[in-house]
């Protein structure tokens, strides 16, 4: 078999048989649900996550990039190629997810590379620019999936097109879905089989002004008109008026003492809104924020403090956030003391999804001792390893719960400018939320 990258043709006998060929150890098994993975201008390698990388054989290499912020797996991103590029892989007529990993080599201004990503003939990601991607962090690793490319004639062809600039790609992932386990036990949920209020036996309301956390334009309130449940849905909306001091009104529910997780599975239907300024998300935060706080009072009221470090010390997951100026990408991310925004090492992925604003789709997210996954509609896009590294990067070994909301605004809601006063109201739907349990853990629980 061959296949055409960069316009050069190599011959990939030995390739092809390169999921089976390889270990990676007795710890970290490969991950099977591969089905091809290049390491672009750098040598085969095989990552803590299992991923098996082919090499990258061709000719002339670029520099390594010296280091790289904002991944566990530095390695992969080091290496990398620029131009406008054809990638051509012999592979199965199907569905395949496609994982594109970037790093800019050198700190560029926001605007000075900008490309397409084509694949199978359709533009998959359009306008990139890596560098705003990554808040305008230098030498950032960005992890972009697009879910579902469908191959028909035995070939994935792909193509890097320059809009500004010279395109790069620092390393590829193809792979196939595979169904989630079954080894799953429901132990708490809300199907919204019910009128009204959200059933206080499993939520609870946040009330606060705007502006207590991330600047934020919007009140959470606790009334019907932000937040109910109707024609078997919870509905948050978000509405521009008046009340109490703000602009802006929402909701936010949380299950903290009522729906506690300590390692699972969960799992959101949810359909979100559109415009710019909204920004909805499914988190998770601890029912403990004290674990691995080191500057709060008893009892303190942490969320939005200047001084209290329960957050990030004691964790948080988002397991969808989306923001309306940059309609259908979705982001799953998780804040440490070690990893997080404030420092540009702050661990995240995004994908390239469909119609969020128009369609129901299932966010969710797996948690181990050992690792966090996170989904979109079954398709694996993010992955959190637990790297031994004391709790400033692994503070996820106690109980978390769910968060629900609709900001407006705020540090990253108002990124694209200022809010769409005709995007309101704003309302996510959420057809069911479900939290489950390995059978194996839930059996020994009940023992």
């Avoid at 106690?398 to 400018?417: E, T």
Wanted: with cysteine.
């Amino acid at each position: 078999m061959v296949f055409l990258l960069f316009g050069l043709t190599m011959n990939l006998g030995v390739l092809s048989h390169s999921k089976a060929a390889r270990s990676n150890g007795p710890d970290m098994p490969l991950d099977l649900s591969v089905e091809w993975a290049l390491n672009i201008g750098g040598e085969a390698y095989t990552g803590d996550d299992g991923i098996a990388y082919d090499a990258d054989t061709r000719g002339t290499k670029e520099a390594l990039i010296d280091s790289i912020r904002g991944t566990q797996d530095g390695t992969v991103f080091k290496s990398y190629r620029l131009g406008e590029n054809t990638l051509s892989y012999p592979l199965e007529n199907g569905c395949y997810d496609l994982i594109f990993k970037f790093s800019e080599p050198k700190n560029i201004k926001t605007g000075m590379r900008v490309f397409n990503v084509i694949a199978e003939g359709q533009t998959v990601i359009s306008d990139l620019d890596v560098t705003l991607a990554r808040d305008g962090n230098a030498k950032s690793a960005l992890v972009r999936m697009v879910p579902e490319v469908l191959v028909k004639d035995g070939i994935l062809n792909i193509e890097l097109e320059s809009i500004i600039g010279k395109p790069l790609l620092n390393a590829l992932v193809v792979r196939k879905r595979i169904p989630r386990s079954e080894n799953w036990v429901l132990t708490w949920n809300d199907e919204f089989d019910y009128t009204g209020s959200p059933d206080t036996s499993k939520w609870s309301y946040d009330v606060w002004p705007a502006g207590k956390v991330n600047d934020e334009q919007q009140t959470y309130t606790d009334r019907l008109r932000n937040v109910r449940v109707e024609e078997g849905m919870l509905t948050i909306e978000a509405h521009r008026e008046d009340y109490n001091s703000a602009e802006y009104s929402s909701g936010r529910l949380h299950s903290a003492g009522k729906g506690d997780l300590l390692y699972g599975r969960v799992e959101v239907r949810a359909k979100l809104p559109a415009g710019q300024g909204t920004w909805p998300a499914i988190w998770m935060l601890p029912s403990n924020p004290f674990r691995y706080a080191t500057s709060c009072s008893p009892d303190e009221d942490w969320q939005g403090s200047k001084t209290c470090d329960a957050w990030p010390n004691s964790g948080e997951i988002d397991i969808m956030e989306h923001v309306g100026y940059d309609m259908n990408r979705v982001h799953g991310t998780v804040h440490t003391k070690a990893y997080y925004w404030v420092n540009g090492e702050q661990r995240k992925s995004s994908i390239e999804a469909e119609k969020v604003d128009q369609q129901f789709h299932v966010y969710a997210m797996e948690w181990s001792p050992e690792r966090i996954d996170i989904f979109y509609d079954d398709a694996l896009y993010f992955t959190y390893l637990n790297k031994g590294e004391g709790w400033q990067g692994w503070p996820y070994d106690h109980p978390f719960h769910l968060i629900l909301n609709v900001a407006v605004g705020g540090g990253w809601g108002s990124a694209g400018g200022p809010t769409d006063i005709i995007a309101f109201p704003a309302k996510m739907q959420v057809d069911y939320v479900r939290l489950y349990k390995k059978v194996d853990v839930a059996s020994a629980q009940t023992q």
